[in-house]
C-alpha cells in the first residue's frame, strides 16, 4: 500500500509500505522521487529501509536506488543501479544490481529490444550468502501495419544464475 504525491510537472514524491508473507515475511517501508526535468528525461531517486524474516532469522535491509530513463521518437532507454545491504546476527551481504532496457521503432514494422539485468552480492554466510545472477536479451518484432495476420517475434535470452553454496547439494 502506498501513496504518491505530485508537486508540480517536474517532481512527485511516494511513500509505500510493502508487507510480504511466505517463506519471506516482514514489512518494508519504500520512500522516493521521481524528477521529469523535462518531456524526454525522467530521473529517480528511492530507498527502503525494513525487516524481513526468513527461517526464523531476522533481516535487517537497507536499500538505495538511483533510475534514469530517456524516451524519444522510436527510442526508448531506461537503466537503475540499486545498492542493498542485509543483514542478521553478525552475517551479512551487501548486494549490488543494475537493470536497462532499450527499445527502438526501427519503422512502421520493425521494432528492436535490449535488456540487461545484473546482480552480484558479497555475503558472509548464514542464510544471506554470495550470489550472482545475469540475464541480457536481444530480440525484435515484425508486425507490418498493412496486415495483421502475420506477425513475428524473436527474442534469445542469456541466463546465468550463480546460487549461494547452500543452496546447491551433493547431487548439485
Do not use: C, M
Not at 504518491?4 to 519504500?30: C, K, M
Not at 533510475?67 to 545498492?83: N, R
Request: hydrophobic residues 35%; negative net charge.
Amino acid at each position: 500500500a502506498g501513496g504518491r504525491r505530485r508537486y508540480s510537472d517536474y517532481l512527485s514524491v511516494y511513500g509505500e509500505e510493502r508487507a510480504s508473507f511466505g517463506n519471506r515475511q516482514g514489512l518494508t517501508h519504500a520512500y522516493g522521487a521521481d524528477f521529469t526535468p523535462g518531456e524526454k528525461l525522467s530521473v529517480g531517486l528511492g530507498f527502503e529501509i525494513g525487516n524481513l524474516e526468513e527461517s526464523d532469522q531476522l533481516i535487517e535491509r537497507e536499500a538505495y536506488t538511483l533510475s534514469a530513463g530517456y524516451t524519444d521518437e522510436g527510442l526508448t532507454i531506461g537503466s537503475a543501479f540499486e545498492w542493498r545491504d542485509d543483514r542478521a546476527d553478525g552475517v551479512a551481504r551487501e548486494t549490488w544490481l543494475f537493470r536497462s532496457n532499450l527499445g527502438l521503432q526501427l519503422s512502421d514494422n520493425w521494432r528492436a529490444l535490449a535488456k540487461l539485468n545484473h546482480a552480484e552480492s558479497d555475503g558472509t554466510g548464514g542464510n544471506i550468502a554470495s550470489a550472482d545472477f545475469t540475464e541480457a536479451q536481444l530480440g525484435g518484432a515484425y508486425r507490418p501495419i498493412n496486415n495483421d495476420r502475420s506477425n513475428a517475434l524473436f527474442r534469445y535470452t542469456y541466463f546465468r544464475d550463480l546460487a549461494p553454496g547452500q543452496q546447491v547439494s551433493a547431487a548439485g
